[in-house]
């Protein structure tokens, strides 16, 4: 086994990542990229579980004129289709891999039991987690700060189109700063939009690191997992 700073991993991807710059459904070249840096990372011995997000096909503020469970419920089988497609690439790569859902959907993955995806993880299978919580109301960041705490994961990998976290938005504002580490109280006290308070709130209580980081290149997973310091960390 290589050195390694991480062995069990919770890597957050957004849908929009899985878009590439047609910014809506999923580009297979962008999907391939990411699953390859996955793979090398499998491969040098490190138990990956993914949380993936839906917002290529739909976001819960799209449907601000519908009821918001049903619109959040949309949200949930748009991260199963997302799901779908990470699988799909990453045994094409010869990875396995199983899909679970919060929601029951047995005819195309398993459901959610936590037993199971640990031994899923040990047994050097990726899991995919689709459907967030499985509950409306709450965001696929507050289902990887959960899923990360019930796998024991060590780390939160969150792939971002920016490459950290910053005191404003920086495509915004060209005076914001940078950080390279911070701590989730202070994510909390200045409303840094990194991830939604109830999942910052959750990692910080189960003290879980997160780093924060730009998917643009993915090189930069295999980068963190040998221990460079990239992004922002946060604990």
Not at 71 to 78: C, F, H, Q
Not at 223 to 235: A, C, M, N, S, Y
């Amino acid at each position: 086994m290589k050195d390694i700073a991480y062995k069990r991993v919770l890597l957050k991807l957004s849908g929009e990542a899985l878009a590439g710059e047609k910014k809506t459904g999923v580009d297979s070249n962008t999907v391939g990229k990411i699953c390859d840096k996955i793979k090398e990372i499998v491969d040098m011995g490190v138990e990956v579980s993914i949380v993936v997000g839906g917002g290529n096909f739909w976001r819960g503020r799209d449907g601000h004129q519908m009821e918001r469970t049903t619109s959040d419920y949309m949200g949930m089988l748009a991260t199963t289709i997302n799901g779908l497609a990470l699988q799909d690439a990453l045994e094409s790569r010869g990875i396995y891999t199983r899909l679970q859902t919060a929601i029951e959907m047995r005819e195309i993955a398993e459901p959610y039991i936590k037993r199971k995806a640990i031994k899923h993880l040990e047994r050097g299978r990726v899991v995919i987690f689709a459907c967030g919580t499985g509950n409306p109301y709450f965001s696929t960041d507050t289902g990887a700060a959960l899923r990360a705490a019930e796998t024991d994961s060590e780390v939160i990998l969150l792939a971002k189109t920016i490459d950290g976290v910053y005191s404003a938005d920086p495509k915004q504002d060209s005076n914001a700063i940078k950080y390279d580490e911070i701590t989730y109280l202070d994510i909390l006290n200045k409303d840094l939009k990194v991830m939604d308070s109830t999942a910052t709130s959750l990692c910080r209580d189960n003290k879980i690191p997160l780093v924060v980081f730009g998917i643009d290149n993915p090189e930069n997973i295999v980068r963190i997992i040998r221990g460079e310091r990239i992004g922002t960390l946060i604990k």
